[in-house]
Antibody, heavy 120, light 109 residues
Framework: EVELVESGGGLVQPGGSLRLSCVDS????????MNWVRQTPGRGLEWVAT????????YYVDSAKGRFTISRDNAKSSLYLQMNNLRAEDTAVYYC?????????????WGQGTLVTVSS | EIVLTQSPATLSLSPGERATLSCGAS???????LAWYQQKPGLAPRLLIY???SRATGVPDRFSGSGSGTDFTLTINRLEPEDFAVYYC??????????FGQGTKVEIK
């Protein structure tokens, strides 16, 4: 069974930084696209970022461009999201999701989520 | 950016009834890459349908997806008590952003 476990969430002040991590205990991490998706009560589910198997293609929602960086370490079966210059509107539960093999953006498996709160 | 609009926002039905959920795209998505997810309170979403009509592993056959272009439907035949949840559609696969719809809540009448 695929298990994705996120960590790194917490309370941070506006303008601060946070790095989210996700460890994939399933098989063939390096065969799958990976994503970050966030959820807020007011805005529902929002796709945030996607990274290709080899890390050479990355896509971001407009609001994350220039502030967030998605990365992965296939040797550690780990996915990361470096978030800088955080804003109140970035407050959400962040989910690590395992995508498909061929195309980006879909979310086959989900972690349990980690809460990020941006507040002074 | 393609916007996905789900309707209705809330669907009130009884167990055993059929649920029909709609997902409309602001532009033709020109692909088969449309997914549906189910989310229960306090839990992460779960993939139900991918590629418009393919059921994910372990999803009962009372769930079915259909549609093309700009109009997509998730049908749940004979609602079971565990089916009362929130359902989201999402486009993926072609150019980002990989937007989600705002969700439809299926509640017990």
């Amino acid at each position: 069974e695929v298990e994705l476990v996120e960590s790194g969430g917490g309370l941070v002040q506006p303008g601060g930084s946070l790095r989210l991590s996700c460890v994939d205990s399933g098989f063939n991490f390096n065969s799958h696209w990976m994503n970050w998706v966030r959820q807020t009560p007011g805005r529902g589910l929002e796709w945030v970022a996607t990274i290709k198997q080899d890390g050479n293609e990355k896509y971001y929602v407009d609001s994350a461009k220039g502030r967030f960086t998605i990365s992965r370490d296939n040797a550690k079966s780990s996915l990361y999201l470096q978030m800088n210059n955080l804003r109140a509107e970035d407050t959400a539960v962040y989910y690590c999701t395992r995508g498909g093999i061929i195309v980006p953006g879909g979310a086959v498996d989900w972690g349990q989520g980690t809460l990020v709160t941006v507040s002074s | 950016e393609i916007v996905l609009t789900q309707s209705p926002a809330t669907l009130s039905l009884s167990p055993g009834e059929r649920a029909t959920l709609s997902c409309g795209a602001s532009q033709n998505i020109n692909s088969k890459y449309l997914a549906w997810y189910q989310q229960k309170p306090g839990l992460a979403p779960r993939l139900l349908i991918y590629d418009i009509s393919s059921r994910a592993t372990g999803v009962p056959d009372r769930f079915s997806g259909s549609g093309s272009g700009t109009d997509f439907t998730l049908t749940i035949n004979r609602l079971e008590p565990e089916d009362f949840a929130v359902y989201y559609c999402q486009r993926y696969g072609t150019s980002p952003p990989y937007t989600f719809g705002q969700g439809t809540k299926v509640e017990i009448k």
